[in-house]
């Protein structure tokens, strides 16, 4: 039992995974086996992509992401400070430098084209985006502006797995024109890495995806994510290989058969779930439109969305601890996504103050609200109810 009237987030987990869970246990085979295979293959194909690798988390994913396009040392790697930290964590791990840019504005916490623009210069190697809340970023113009410039772009889709949104493939239309085609998060820059952590859309726990197209990065992520070794053991014992050899400084970035149980489970009710989110971010927005000063991010965002988080944002600063605490009092849990990056103690260290004042107002007023697919109806207006009567109050 929650202590939370309303809680943050919930998951839809029950018979059905633990059945799936309790089979792999009978089987004995415990590590990356056929499970995890028919786990990437389903993912891959609700993706858009030809390949999928199931990591340890997605923290893994994103630092392999970011090996295999070749960041290192003198680098740099423009990302978002409006994140969570693994995002900039990861770009660090492989000895480049993040470097921050601001997002569009309060209304989208996306990160901005323009100021992505901003930051290039002769040491940036790539782009990292993020699907900030499970909205598909300006990804048209982001790949235009890397193809221009030659630089390789990461999608960090831990908030978006299923959401999509249309970009334009240059020169495959008629006559070489360009042309529109719908794609999913994570099938448009190089490599998509998801997240299946407990409050993600699809939840195994800890858990986590790379999707790309290249075969050349296929085979290096392959290859990294298992001690850079040529053959697995599930290959061994089935026969296929006695030996193997070793081709690089690789990791353990395993998933295992538990996880990828849960996680065929999971990405089978994705779409339904999402949907279902679609429905609650829908009544909040309706019934919390035009609280004056209030802010609904991506309250007229015609993309498709996984609808991860519910964002809005306080007219004041000041005001947040005043407004999480009238909402405790009645039992809704709140949380805030996200602090900045670039304002951590260690980031500070280690990367030129810059300013990016629309994240800087988002981390002083950003509240993020429950949401979960299967919040009742009662539950959403017991928090509208609640964010009305603080806003009669206080503004
Ligand atoms: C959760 C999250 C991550 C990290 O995912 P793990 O699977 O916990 O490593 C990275 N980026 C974003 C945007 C996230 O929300």
Not at 96 to 124: H, K, M, Q, R
Not at 233 to 250: E, K, L, N, P, Q
Not at 295 to 321: C, K, M, N, W
Request: hydrophobic share 40%; aromatic share 8%.
């Amino acid at each position: 039992m929650s202590l939370w009237n309303v809680p943050l987030a919930d998951i839809d987990l029950g018979d059905e995974e633990i059945g799936a869970v309790t089979e792999v246990l009978r089987s004995k085979w415990l590590s990356m086996g056929p499970v995890t295979a028919e786990f990437e293959q389903q993912f891959a194909t609700m993706v858009g992509v030809k390949h999928a690798f199931a990591v340890t988390n997605c923290t893994a994913a994103l630092h392999l992401a970011h090996l295999v396009l070749g960041a290192g040392p003198g680098d740099t790697v423009v990302c978002p400070s409006l994140t969570f930290v693994a995002t900039a964590n990861a770009i660090r791990y492989t000895g480049a430098a993040p470097v921050f840019a601001d997002v569009t504005g309060t209304e989208n916490c996306n990160i901005s084209s323009e100021s992505i623009a901003s930051c290039l210069d002769a040491t940036t190697k790539g782009i990292c985006v993020v699907h900030y809340g499970g909205y598909p970023c300006d990804m048209d113009s982001i790949m235009t502006l890397a193809r221009r410039h030659g630089l390789y772009v990461v999608e960090d889709v831990a908030h978006a797995p299923g959401a999509g949104c249309w970009v334009t493939l240059p020169g495959h239309g008629p006559g070489g024109d360009s042309e529109w085609v719908f794609k999913r998060c994570g099938s448009i820059g190089d490599i998509g890495c998801f997240s299946f952590f407990s409050n993600k859309n699809l939840a195994t726990g800890e858990g986590g995806m790379l999707t790309t197209d290249q075969d050349v990065l296929a085979e290096r992520i392959k290859l990294l994510r298992s001690h850079g070794m040529t053959s697995l053991t599930w290959d061994r014992d089935r026969g296929h290989s006695f030996s193997y050899d070793v081709m690089a400084s690789g990791f353990n970035y395993r998933i295992d058969e538990m996880r990828s149980a849960l996680g065929l489970v999971q990405l089978r009710k994705l779409e339904a779930n999402n949907q279902r989110r679609a429905e609650a971010v829908n009544r909040y927005h309706e019934k919390l439109a035009g609280l004056a000063g209030i802010t609904l991010p991506f309250a007229h965002y015609e993309g498709t969305s996984s609808y991860h988080l519910l964002p809005i944002v306080l007219p004041a600063d000041e005001q947040r601890p005043g407004f999480t605490e009238f909402l405790k009092e009645r039992g809704i849990q709140t949380s805030m996504h996200y602090p900045p990056i670039h304002q951590f103690t260690y980031y500070r260290s280690c990367t030129t103050p810059k300013a990016l004042p629309v994240t800087e107002q988002l981390g002083r007023r950003l509240v993020t609200l429950p949401l979960y697919p299967h919040i009742t109806l009662e539950q959403i207006d017991a928090v509208v109810e609640a964010v009305t009567t603080w806003h009669s109050q206080h503004v």
